[in-house]
């Protein structure tokens, strides 16, 4: 299959847009998010999953994090999640796979599994959303090609205060 060059622009485009505006601290991020979702939704019903075949590994790194970022609509991100896991597991794959685990659990008020979510206290410290089995957290990581949690936690810290 050839990649669709028109369909990755897109993709990457939203996805700039997105970026963007959370470096910007813009206040239109939510529309942004909405109108973003609403256009992959309409990918997804016309082509399936946008995955590195179609679109490059970019342009798939850029429809996870669209559906990433589509907290307000839940069953997007599970339905996303469900098309990802169909895929063979490339390395990228499996990480955008356990990233959005996690969200979709955080935004079910569920505990998370991999550590990856964090959020910034009334303190102003940034903090890790509740996690399942903090015990084997590092052995359960691990198996999925992430690093310690303590180095995450301490990378979430700085890039997010």
């Known amino acids: 299959m050839k990649i669709n060059k028109k369909l990755q ?3 990457l485009e939203m996805f700039n847009k997105d970026q ?47 559906a990433q970022h589509a907290d ?5 991100q599970e339905k996303c999640l469900k098309l990802l896991k169909k895929l063979p597991l490339t390395k990228k794959r ?11 659990l955080v935004n079910r008020k569920r505990k998370q599994v991999f550590g990856t979510q964090f959020y910034k206290g009334k303190d ?16 359960t990581r691990k198996e999925f090609g992430l ?3 303590n180095k995450y936690k301490k990378h979430m810290i700085k890039v997010n205060s």
């Open 72 to 76: 307000f609509d839940v069953k997007f």
């Open 20 to 66: 963007k505006a959370i470096e910007e601290k813009d206040s239109n991020f939510y529309q942004i998010t909405v109108n973003n979702k609403k256009r992959l939704n309409s990918i997804i019903k016309k082509c399936g999953w946008p995955s590195d075949k179609l679109v490059g590994e970019k342009g798939e790194m850029a429809a996870w994090l669209i």
């Open 147 to 149: 690093e310690p949690f």
């Open 94 to 104: 499996k990480k955008h796979i356990v990233y959005l685990i996690d969200r979709t």
């Open 9 to 11: 622009k897109e993709l």
């Open 124 to 139: 102003g410290k940034v903090k890790p959303r509740p996690i399942r089995n903090i015990k084997n957290l590092d052995k």
